[in-house]
């Protein structure tokens, strides 16, 4: 799932607030948690030691309406798991959407609402393209799965765990964008880590880890042992890096072109300079562009 428990940090979770003294490090690490920290150590002291609100946009919110219906769907018996009654259960949990004070930050009026809902629908259907689910046979769905992965006190909630055969295979629900050949590898370390925590805990090894972008298509690995070793060896360097910006209240800023979506850019300074340059390459290469367009029209 996008929004793991890292991403909305519950009192166990985060780390001490600012104004305490020096911040302790969390009581658990999700992916989402250590790929903040990865991306930027700045932005993660904001998120889970000022605790400074992140609140999702229109696509986080769809993609966590999606899940939701995903999830009591797949809970269905097999035979249940028919198109009509995912709609059935998409009208029962769409209140607790509009209720969201997120969802009403965003002031849709009819027309905006209408398009929110269609654009979370398209998701759930794109079940459909990726998978029969009447096939599927569940193991179980929002596992929380606790670990300790190499000296890690991990945390993550899997999706669906179901089982293939002889084997168990984690699958993970995405309605964002489906990476190019280039970048699917990256994206497979949070499924990686989830089989990694479903084996320390279960003493059991998942055969397979995929990634159901929906609508478009999966992404999957077949687990290894040394798959396995590598994202939690990258996930103690990770965890030893926390600690220690936690001990120094060292955070250091990582520009890059995910400042101009950050949340908190308007708190820092070498992130909003970032921003505003990259704003200016895009309105000259904009401008350009006129020029030549203008040009040609000519
Ligand atoms: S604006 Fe950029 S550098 Fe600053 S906290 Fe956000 S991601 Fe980090």
Redesign the pocket.
């Known amino acids: 799932m996008e929004s793991d428990s890292g991403d909305v940090p519950s009192s166990a979770a985060v780390a001490t607030p600012v104004g305490v003294g020096i911040p302790t490090p969390p009581s658990r690490l999700s992916p989402s948690g250590a790929g903040t920290f990865e991306?930027?150590p700045?932005?993660w002291r904001?998120r889970y030691v000022e605790r400074l609100p992140d609140p999702p946009g229109e696509a986080a919110l769809a993609g966590s309406f999606a899940h939701r219906v995903l999830e009591l769907f797949m809970q269905r018996a097999p035979e249940e798991r028919t198109v009509e009654a995912a709609k059935v259960i998409a009208r029962e949990e769409w209140p607790d959407v509009e209720a969201d004070e997120d969802y009403k930050a965003l002031r849709y009026d009819e027309t905006t609402a209408k398009q929110f809902r269609w654009k979370a629908w398209k998701a759930i259907e794109g079940l459909w393209t990726l998978e029969d689910p009447t096939a599927v046979e569940v193991r179980a769905t929002e596992q929380d799965v606790r670990a300790d992965l190499g000296g890690v006190p991990f945390r993550g909630i899997v999706d669906r765990l179901d089982q293939e055969g002889d084997g168990l295979v984690v699958t993970d629900y995405k309605s964002g964008k489906a990476p190019s050949p280039r970048y699917r590898r990256g994206r497979l370390d949070q499924v990686l880590l989830y089989a990694a925590a479903v084996q320390e805990a279960t003493g059991e090894m998942p055969v397979h880890a995929r990634l159901l972008y929906l609508g478009q298509r999966p992404v999957g690995i077949r687990v290894t042992q040394d798959e396995l070793d590598g994202v939690v060896e990258k996930l103690a360097g990770t965890w030893s890096a926390i600690n220690a910006a936690c001990a120094t209240d060292e955070f250091e800023?990582?520009?890059?072109p995910?400042?101009s979506w950050?949340p908190?850019?308007d708190?820092?300074p070498?992130?909003?300079k970032?921003?505003e340059k990259r704003q200016a390459k895009r309105d000259a290469e904009a401008s350009a562009r006129n020029d030549v367009e203008a040009q040609i029209e000519r």
């Open positions: 991306q930027c700045r932005r904001m800023p990582r520009t890059g995910l400042c950050c908190y850019v708190r820092c070498e992130g909003m970032e921003a």
